[in-house]
């Protein structure tokens, strides 16, 4: 857990400051990962977190053709899925993507405004209405860069906190520290 929490703050800063999330880090993370996956929990662990890698690999890359997500925050997922089980996983990635919505819209209007962000939905809505894309004149939203790494960070801290394992070290932590 606290490499996944390493990576992240690493990959939370350099995504807000610099908008890219170094390669370095994902390759290291991914490696690192497979390793703990293995010397934590033999074969079963390493096979556990080669499957983590490529079914990140299969839901997210989509998103990456489709200019939905970056290569960057589909390399970090990549690389934190090497450190989980399924299951984690998926609800790191739900919450993730839940918390992206919001922080993209809210992203969108500090930088669009409110008027060019109901003019933009305004659109979109009438393209799913027509069921036609109608090339808009205003790609305001489609050229914005929205850094996702926070987002995903959020939604792995939301993923612990449903945790039951996470939640007993935790619990463990707070009792021998005597909080």
């Known amino acids: 857990m606290s490499v996944i929490l390493l990576v992240f703050l690493i990959s939370f800063y350099t995504d807000l400051r610099f908008r890219r999330i170094p ?10 990962g497979l390793v703990l996956q293995f010397v934590y929990n033999g074969i079963s662990g390493l096979v556990d977190g080669l499957l983590c890698v490529g079914l990140a690999f299969l839901i ?4 990456f053709a489709l200019r939905v997500l970056g290569a960057g925050d589909v390399k970090l ?4 899925a090497s450190m989980m089980n399924t299951e ?7 919450y993730g993507m839940v918390v992206g919505f919001f922080t993209s819209v809210l992203f969108a209007l500090y930088k669009l405004g409110f008027k060019k962000l109901i003019a933009i939905i305004r659109h979109y809505l ?3 209405y027509l069921r036609q894309f109608i090339l808009s004149n205003d790609n305001g939203l489609m050229k914005l860069k929205v850094p996702y790494a926070p987002a995903l960070a959020l939604g792995w801290v939301i993923a ?10 935790v619990s463990a932590f707070r009792y021998q520290v005597g909080i």
């Open 60 to 63: 997210l890359f989509p998103f």
């Open 126 to 128: 009438r393209c799913l």
């Open 160 to 169: 612990c906190s449903q945790n039951e394992e996470v939640l007993f070290l």
């Open 88 to 94: 984690f996983f998926l609800l790191t990635l739900g």
């Open 23 to 32: 390669n370095i880090l994902c390759i290291a993370a991914l490696f690192v």
């Open 77 to 80: 997922m990549i690389a934190v």
